[in-house]
């Protein structure tokens, strides 16, 4: 139906994404381009929670964890899709996403940490992926502006970055180009379930129906204050603070720090393609507080500088601080509530919101149209109802 000849309170949608982050985009834009009639709520701006915060980084490989396998399947079904993603984005906007193919070299600087990096090769090796390690000489000869007193270094060539900003403002342009309504500063005030779809109240305005709506609230998903959806359908997600630091190149385009991700222990730097560089980021359990510390600043510019002394001739942009999405297991929730199956969850996504946005799209654009994912990964394993005990009755869910 034409936005225009639309019946606010009347007619409705096909489907009601609540989030605007790259997630909450790239489900509209998937689901748009399979003909569906969307609107998408979001609480602030577009893109204004983690999203605007996130570095980019596109690391299946570097940020593979011990005991994380389901999730690094997930994690290169979603790589394998990202450059076909940003093409097709930037053929329908003429926008970029800053995608970039770096590759990461995370650096050691004394035997423990050489130790650690040598056993995530390990592990690399163990997992059938691409890494190596490399003495100091042939790191130097990658990233010559990497300090000498380094002892080596663990190289993944495929990883790669992309501008989560400029992702946001393609998906924004991507939505507007095929029709899709964003209502943005709109904290939902509840909603129903019944057998005509769903209703989604929002202050000063009608409700919003539709046949089915999305959860892909972010950080936000499963906060207590959010009233507006019933306790026993919230998230099982919880807010972990990052702070990141941005530094700029004076002029742009001069010679870049690092061509590649440089990551430590402590720290990463993703380059991007004007010469800027941002570090980050702290993991923090502090619930919602987004409050930017002194501490942080200092710990990721002391870490960074510790790699490459070089970024200390950089302009200091500014810091920032957002909530990742954190689920008991680090892994996502896609799918439907197998209780309510008009509502499906988009969340969780933790430290890979942008990795995982491709492939988000596009499973939940298929559920939505009850077709069967195109994808090798077994998505039971990110059922969204998969942390709640049988025993636990206080996650029963009566709707
Ligand atoms: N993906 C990196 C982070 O969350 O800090």
Redesign the pocket.
């Known amino acids: 139906m034409d936005d225009e000849k639309r019946n606010p309170g009347v007619d409705p949608y096909d489907v009601i994404v609540v989030g605007a982050g790259v997630i909450g985009l790239s489900v509209a834009w998937c689901a748009a381009r399979k003909g569906l009639a969307v609107c998408v709520v979001e609480r602030s701006e577009p893109g204004a929670g983690?999203s605007s915060v996130?570095?980019g980084?596109l690391?299946p490989v570097g940020?593979a964890s011990f005991g994380e396998e389901a999730l690094l399947e997930l994690s290169l079904a979603s790589h394998a899709i990202w450059p076909e993603f940003s093409e097709n984005l930037s053929a329908a906007t003429g926008l970029e996403t800053g995608f970039l193919l770096l590759g990461a070299l995370h650096v050691a600087f004394d035997g423990d940490e050489a130790a650690e990096m040598q056993r995530k090769g390990d592990l690399h090796e163990r997992l059938g992926l691409d890494s190596s390690w490399l003495s100091p000489d042939r790191c130097r000869e990658l990233e010559p502006r990497l300090a000498p007193n380094l002892v080596g270094g663990l190289y993944v060539p495929g990883d790669s970055a992309a501008d989560p900003r400029q992702l946001v403002t393609a998906l924004q342009a991507a939505l507007h180009s095929e029709g899709v309504e964003i209502v943005s500063n709109t904290v939902p005030s509840g909603c129903g379930f019944g057998d005509s779809g769903v209703t989604l109240e929002i202050p000063d305005g009608a409700p919003l129906l539709a046949k089915r709506m999305v959860l892909a609230a972010g950080a936000w998903s499963g906060d207590p204050e959010s009233a507006w959806l019933p306790e026993a359908l919230r998230a099982e997600v919880r807010p972990v603070k990052?702070q990141?630091v941005e530094l700029a190149a004076e002029p742009p385009h001069s010679h870049p720090v690092a061509e590649r991700i440089v990551c430590g222990e402590r720290f990463?730097a993703v380059p991007r393609s004007d010469g800027s560089l941002v570090i980050?980021?702290?993991?923090e359990e502090k619930g919602f507080d987004t409050g930017i510390t002194a501490g942080a600043v200092h710990e990721l510019l002391r870490e960074g500088y510790r790699a490459l002394p070089d970024l200390a001739e950089l302009r200091f942009v500014g810091a920032r601080a957002g909530l990742?999405p954190a689920t008991p297991d680090n892994a996502p929730l896609l799918g439907s509530n197998p209780i309510e199956p008009r509502l499906l969850y988009a969340t969780g996504h933790?430290?890979?919101?942008?990795?995982l946005a491709p492939v988000t799209g596009e499973v939940i654009a298929s559920l939505l149209v009850d077709e069967e994912p195109d994808l090798q990964v077994d998505l039971d394993l990110f059922r969204p109802d998969r942390f709640i005990k049988p025993s636990d009755p206080s996650k029963a869910v009566t709707v």
Request: charged share 15%.
């Open positions: 983690a996130a570095a980084m690391a940020e990052g990141i990463y980050g980021a702290t993991v990742r933790f430290r890979n919101g942008i990795l």
